[in-house]
């Protein structure tokens, strides 16, 4: 049974920073592709971040240079540093994996 769990999401100021988690379980080993996307009220869904199994990452160009993904695979978790937070950062952020996705974290600068 695969669950992804997201946790850290809050409210800031702009120019503030928030730490989003992600815990997975129901996998003996997290590797592979793991990603972040975000979605506001009446906008789009955004993918905002991706890391695979290398390390290497890519970044939406909306938040390139502020936001950073990482992963622990010992703790199958995959986190989202969010910093220089803007009020468009404002929505639910999800962590996805092979098609799974957890139940979001909100997210909302002021």
């Known amino acids: 049974h695969v669950q992804l769990v997201e946790s850290g999401g809050g409210s800031v100021q702009a120019g503030g920073s928030l730490s989003l988690t992600c815990v997975v379980s129901g996998y003996t080993y997290i590797g592979g592709c793991m990603g972040w996307f975000r979605q506001a009220p009446g906008k789009a869904r955004e993918g905002v971040a991706l890391?695979?199994?290398?390390?290497?990452?890519r970044y939406a160009d909306s938040v390139k240079g502020r936001f950073t993904i990482s992963r622990d695979n010992a703790k199958n978790t995959l986190y989202l540093q969010l910093n220089s937070l803007k009020t468009e950062d404002t929505a639910m952020y999800y962590c996805k994996k092979d098609g799974y996705r957890g139940p979001g974290t909100q997210v909302t600068v002021s």
């Open positions: 890391i695979y199994s290398d390390g290497s990452t």
